[in-house]
């Protein structure tokens, strides 16, 4: 039904995010009850409402409006690079790990945090704080364009070799993550966690800085490629006689699935499932146009990501469940079901 209405799936999409904002909101150590969230909203916009409380300002003004604001962009992100992946390889079981970003980015942030006082000790004496997500966005982009430059052949990237080129990188990058992990002392694996398993325990404004403009101008930017994303799906010969070109179009593919995940992967670590699940959820709730998929998948990220980051917060509260752990327990038996029910009509209408 709501295939046929693509804009009511999409306002459906966004009235569900409004809710779970809402809710991840008043989660957590210090309950807030919804009224009164949106009570501070109200009245944090200049729309009226009683002043709440210093504690509850605080609590939500300084902790969980920025992690909440991440989350929503880290989760648009990550679907919006899984949408750009399974158009890149015309399969729905594709992922942006497939080209290196994660497991790069947690090996160029394990780097830092085993190495950093031998090793890098004068790139973290020069960067700071900074160096960490540094590490992380550098190590995503190398590996990637390694990726890139392994499948590319007489100016033509082939996605069959860059899956398998992709698929080794990937094998080689966490045989150094386990190196650096068996060298790492216990309050160096105690850090390693954060990015190896994914958290949005760190969000703070600045984070969200650094993140949200990189996510948002490529959010802007993805869905001018509607057409051209459709056109690829046919194959390169088709898109190339519809007017398309193909390796231009791939290029820029990968770049903007690089930075999208890299800039997440930079300031929440790893997470699973987000860039796989929920392009799938889209395109059977309103089929393949990109047009209606892609908006539709970026909501639903963005829905998925802050609804785990909730349930990572209050199942083991006052403690907090890694939340790549919490993705992959839930999206796993989730795209399972999902892809029993499609049956083989992952990409027709």
């Given at each position: ?11 459906l999409?966004?009235?569900?995010l ?7 909101l ?12 949106v ?5 944090k916009?200049?729309?009226g ?14 902790v969980?409006v920025?992690r ?15 949408v ?14 497939l080209?290196?970003?994660a ?11 085993v ?11 020069l ?18 364009l ?8 007489d ?36 850090n ?12 703070d404004w600045?984070?969200?800085a ?6 948002l ?22 898109a ?19 930075v ?17 699940i929920?392009?799938?959820?889209a ?18 990220g ?11 917060r ?10 790549g ?5 839930v ?5 399972l079901?999902?892809?029993r029910?499609?049956?083989g ?5």
């Amino acid at each position: 039904m709501l295939r046929h209405h693509p804009r009511a799936a999409l306002l459906l999409a966004a009235a569900l995010l409004a809710v779970t904002a809402i809710g991840a909101l008043g989660a957590g150590a210090v309950q807030i009850a919804p009224g009164e969230v949106v009570g501070w909203i109200g009245w944090k916009l200049g729309l009226g409402g009683t002043a709440p409380d210093d504690m509850t300002d605080a609590v939500l003004g300084a902790v969980r409006v920025p992690r909440v604001m991440m989350g929503m962009v880290a989760g648009a992100g990550l679907a919006a690079a899984g949408v750009l992946m399974q158009a890149f390889f015309r399969n729905p079981l594709a992922d942006p790990a497939l080209i290196g970003v994660a497991s790069g980015g947690a090996l160029g942030a394990v780097a830092i945090i085993v190495l950093g006082a031998t090793l890098f000790e004068g790139l973290v004496g020069l960067l700071g704080a900074l160096a960490l997500p540094l590490a992380a966005f550098a190590g995503s982009l190398l590996t990637t364009l390694l990726v890139y430059g392994l499948a590319r052949r007489d100016g033509l990237v082939d996605a069959s070799t860059m899956l398998l080129a992709g698929i080794a990188v990937n094998a080689i990058a966490a045989a150094g993550i386990g190196l650096l992990t068996f060298i790492a002392t216990d309050t160096q694996l105690r850090n390693l966690t954060f990015w190896t398993l994914g958290s949005l325990s760190a969000a703070d404004w600045g984070a969200f800085a650094t993140v949200a403009p990189a996510v948002l101008a490529i959010l802007v930017a993805v869905p001018v490629l509607a057409g051209p994303l459709n056109a690829l799906l046919l194959g390169d010969a088709e898109a190339r006689h519809l007017g398309i070109r193909v390796e231009p179009l791939k290029r820029l593919i990968l770049v903007l699935t690089c930075v999208a995940a890299a800039a997440v992967v930079s300031a929440a670590g790893v997470i699973g499932f987000v860039g796989l699940i929920a392009p799938h959820l889209a395109r059977l709730m309103v089929g393949p146009d990109h047009r209606f998929m892609l908006p539709l998948a970026v909501v639903l990220g963005a829905v998925l990501l802050l609804a785990a980051d909730t349930l990572a917060r209050i199942l083991v509260a006052p403690a907090e469940l890694p939340l790549g752990v919490l993705t992959a327990l839930v999206g796993g038996p989730l795209f399972l079901w999902l892809l029993r029910r499609a049956r083989g009509t992952l990409f027709h209408a």
